[in-house]
């Protein structure tokens, strides 16, 4: 039985990739940090199939110990400060995590078992001021935020690794992918969470930023079927995995309200608090080397992905239940 360890397994992705890898057959690892609030929501109804360790990418002698412990085959890097805005307020906290987390890992790897192949979360967030469009493996990255800034270091130190030491390290650069599991501090959730609110009669405004901003938007769920198979490629690679249609999020706006027969202009109020210093305007990825190597095709579209997490958000709201 191969054994995967993923970091970040609370997360969206995480618990998306510990279903799959389950279904596969997998024994899973999943490394947890040591907080007060740990959010198992994600994962609970696999919990009693995991093996859950506590470790930190702040702490190299943690992910050795857990890497000589359990002696994963595939480490899969989700762990980050992901959220974008977070990363002005905290920049330095952002690279601690988010880049140099990424070295700590691959060095464990390398002084404990260089055989394990590795996978790294790229983000199309690091073509930021983008430099051609659609984006692919070769286009130049322009980093728009702390954020991006710490996932281009990830991604080349990945390279980095990969090329001096021989490792089978992989970056998957994954453009925005959304579920009924996003974090609600998130765009697309703040949406749909919003919209099942107004529709249920529990609040009548939703404050957002920029209305133009325009995304590649697919299904997590899709897309952690990629780190994989990026992973039992023979040669490690870089693949840009998105769904190569982009949308505005005032569209993801009109898709939500209209799903429930309600005109988002009634509702939706543009809050200067919600604009970030240096907006990325435009994310198109072209996965047109993904689907050629690895024979990948996004399943859930874009109308279906909106309707999915509103109506996951109605049926949250009706159980009484604690968001994720």
């Known amino acids: 039985m191969p054994t995967a360890l993923i970091t970040g397994v609370t997360g969206q992705d995480g618990s998306y990739l510990a279903e799959f890898l389950l279904e596969k057959g997998y ?14 929501h994600r994962i609970e109804h696999i919990q009693d199939k995991l093996t859950l360790v506590q470790g930190d990418l702040l702490d190299q002698f943690s992910l050795v ?19 974008v805005p977070t990363s002005w307020s905290q920049p330095v906290f952002t690279g601690e995590a988010t880049a140099l987390g990424v070295t700590r890992m691959l060095d464990a790897i390398r002084i404990v078992d260089p055989k394990i192949r590795f996978y790294q979360a790229s983000s199309s967030e690091m073509f930021g001021k983008v ?15 702390p954020y991006g800034v710490a996932k281009v270091y990830g991604h080349w130190i990945t390279v980095n690794y990969r090329e001096s030491y021989d490792l089978h390290a992989t970056s998957g650069i994954l453009f925005n992918h959304e579920s009924p599991r996003r974090g609600l501090e998130f765009v697309t959730r703040k949406i749909t969470y919003n919209v099942a609110k107004i529709k249920l009669g529990l609040a009548n405004t939703l404050p957002l930023g920029n209305l133009d901003a325009r995304r590649d938007w697919g299904f997590a769920g899709d ?9 039992q490629q023979d040669r490690p690679d870089d693949y840009v995995i998105a769904t190569g249609s982009t949308w505005s999020v005032e569209q993801f706006v009109e898709e939500a309200f209209s799903y429930v027969d309600l005109d988002w202009k009634e509702y939706v109020t543009q809050d200067p608090r919600f604009m970030r210093p240096a907006e990325v305007d435009l994310l198109v990825g072209d996965p047109t080397k993904a689907r050629d190597d690895l024979g990948w095709e996004p399943k859930v579209t874009f109308q279906e992905l909106v309707r999915m997490m509103v109506d996951a958000d109605i049926a949250l709201i009706e159980s009484g239940k604690t968001p994720m």
Do not use: K
Not at 66 to 82: D, F, K
């Open 65 to 83: 110990q857990i890497l000589e412990e359990h002696r994963p085959t595939e480490v899969y890097n989700l762990a980050a400060q992901s959220f």
């Open 27 to 40: 024994d899973v690892v999943g490394m947890v940090r040591r907080t007060s609030t740990i959010n198992f």
């Open 131 to 145: 430099q051609h469009v659609p984006q692919t493996e070769a286009t130049p990255f322009y980093p728009r935020s």
């Open 223 to 231: 897309y952690v079927q990629m780190m994989w198979l990026m992973l």
